[in-house]
């Protein structure tokens, strides 16, 4: 009797074919998130810098769509014929390294300094804390070499100072690795992140734009820290609270400030949640859709609008793709490129002839406060106009006095041409 059946009789003269493994949902995402970024072509991994700008954008599906792909915006905007400039330039990136240097020199003697006086005063003053070797081969090395030293550092009750670890953090299925200036492991096993930026902090406070985008990128540092935590027993507390060292008024010493980003981590926290429907982004687009740098400009320009955008003016510090989205939101006339402030108080009113349509009483339900608002401040505009006019035009004539000019539509006054005042042209004498 044949112990096989005859679907499945083996045939001595061939190989047995080999069944490919079954093409699970995530392998099958990788394949089209590599499919959307080109053939060939290496993600761009993903930063605390990058993860801090999504973060601070949520509603930005391109911004979403391209970060989880990988793909390289700088090269992308290039192509499209809209070069970004940003970035930092050679001469602050040299500054930043060189005063963080300082800061950390001496076995991070000051640093572990300032982290005891901002954070942790009532611990035991530090001394000569521990400085650990993080070195090890690629990012997966140095993430379980990093894991590794928190762990000691973590029960070896004295300072410890992490120059640079390397941290892990999932995005869209893949790991993010996340490099901080420093984590510092206080004698009662907690962990702080400590910022170190390059601009000055004058009398004790500084930019609360640049302030702010330190807070948003250290919530990434504390997220991916939390992590690591969550595997130790027991495990260590995070502080919410991490060191921003600054160099201190127009010197080259450091002054620092502890900044709380309990608010920064939730709001990357939500935003990372919602990057893992980053296949539900890509189910929308065209079949064949590809944003390889290598392609005409037209494919690429067709391909980038087919995935919704959502431009504000804080986008040109964050986004290399912010120049082309700008131009075009201002050629959809939409109101989000004037500022997000005003976007949220225009309600249902998402383009700009749609706000002048209402302002002037064309479009627009009239219970709606945003209209209402809008007409109300039209209707004292006009009234302001005319006023003017009219004053100008009723006042008296004399030698210093020149007469008021002309009023245009709607009491709009129109500019004299240059060289004419008082009705005489220059150059012509009467």
Known sequence: MNEFPDSASPDPGREPSRVPPPRTRTTALRQQLAELRGPDIAPKALDARALAALAANPGCDRRALLDGVGVDKAKLAGALGAPSAFGMSQFAFMRGNAFEARVKADGGAELLRLVHERLDPGAEPPGAGA??????????????????????????GVWTLLDHPM??????????????????????????VVEIKSFPMLDGSADPAKVGAAARQSAVYVLALEE????????????HRVLLVCPKDFSNLPAASAVDV????????????????????AAALPEGTCFSP?????????????????????????????FHCRARSRAEGAVTSLGRSLRAEL?????????????????????????????????LRAEALHG??????????????????ATGPAGV?????????????AGVCH
């Open 294 to 322: 290598g392609l005409p400009a037209e494919e690429l320009i067709t391909a980038v609008e087919a995935v919704p955008a959502t431009y504000a003016p804080e986008c040109l510090s964050a986004c290399e793709l912010a």
């Open 228 to 239: 690591v935590a969550a595997r130790l027993d027991p495990a260590p507390e995070v502080h």
């Open 347 to 379: 309600g249902g009113l998402t383009t700009v002839p749609d706000v002048l349509a209402a302002a002037h009483g064309k479009a627009g339900d009239p219970g709606d406060p945003a209209v209402a608002a809008l007409r109300r401040a039209a209707a």
């Open 388 to 405: 003017t006019a009219a004053s100008r035009t009723g006042a008296p004539e004399g030698p210093a006095v020149r007469k008021g000019p």
């Open 413 to 425: 006054p129109t500019v004299p041409a240059p060289g004419v005042a008082d009705g005489r042209e």
């Open 262 to 281: 309990r608010k920064q981590r939730a709001v990357t926290r939500r935003q990372l949640a919602r990057l893992t429907r980053v296949e539900d982004i």
């Open 167 to 192: 941290l892990a953090l999932d995005v869209a299925g893949s790991p993010a690795f996340l490099e901080p200036d420093a984590v510092v492991v206080h004698p009662d096993g907690d962990w702080t």
């Open 131 to 156: 400085v650990p070797d993080l070195s090890a081969i690629g990012p997966e090395g140095r993430t379980a070499r990093t894991e590794l030293a928190l762990r000691e550092a973590a029960g070896a």
